[in-house]
């Protein structure tokens, strides 16, 4: 089905967090059991007032606002997103992983994919270049329950382009790899 000039996004497929080193993206880690990856881009703006009247407005870089929420309890992806050290004990059948973070531990920049399928064919996907939890970690064990692990925080332009998010609307449907994609390049 050729492409469309109107994609029509359903549902999350999958979320993936990626290190960042500098500017450079690092292997991915999938954001298990997605449930929602919401974003808004904000701005703060300044109004130049005189003459009893407004003069002009100037717009500070934007950024965007972010939340994720997933379904488990993704070590990996928290420490992508937070931080701190996985350590992982013992072998089979007694093994152990734990989680830990110290307050020493500052939290770190990463990358932020999700995609969805497209009801106009292949998929959707946005892509937030330099995230940094900003939010709280929260998680709730209760009766009956699964335990959501959720997140949210600011993300900023990345990059010489100044990289701060796309969207990405393919053709054909392909999954998301472990490698980041990288930022289309402007004409």
């Known amino acids: 089905m050729p492409l469309t000039t109107q994609s029509l996004p359903f549902g999350l497929r999958e979320v993936f967090v ?11 880690v999938k954001f298990p059991v997605s ?3 919401s974003f808004s ?6 109004d130049l007032r ?36 996985i350590i992982e004990t013992g072998v089979a059948p007694a093994q152990k992983k734990v989680y830990n973070k110290r307050d020493t531990d500052g939290r770190p920049y990463f ?7 497209s009801d106009s064919g292949g998929d959707f996907s946005v892509n ?8 709280e970690l929260s998680g709730e064990m209760a009766d009956g329950s699964f335990w959501l692990s959720g997140a ?7 990059g010489t382009n100044r990289d701060l998010y796309e969207f990405v609307q393919n053709e054909t449907a392909a999954a998301l790899s472990a490698t980041a994609p990288s930022p289309a390049t402007r004409v």
């Open 18 to 28: 990626y290190p960042l080193t500098g500017d450079t993206p690092g292997t991915g």
């Open 35 to 37: 449930r929602t990856l």
């Open 41 to 46: 881009e904000t701005s703060d703006s300044e």
């Open 50 to 85: 005189g003459d009893d009247g407004l003069a002009a407005v100037h717009d500070n870089a934007p950024n965007v606002e972010w939340e994720l929420e997933a379904g488990g309890v993704p070590l990996e992806a928290i420490r992508t997103m937070y931080g701190g050290a």
């Open 111 to 117: 990358m932020v994919v999700g995609r969805a399928i």
């Open 128 to 135: 937030l270049f330099k995230c940094k939890a900003t939010g």
């Open 152 to 158: 949210s925080g600011s993300g900023l332009a990345r």
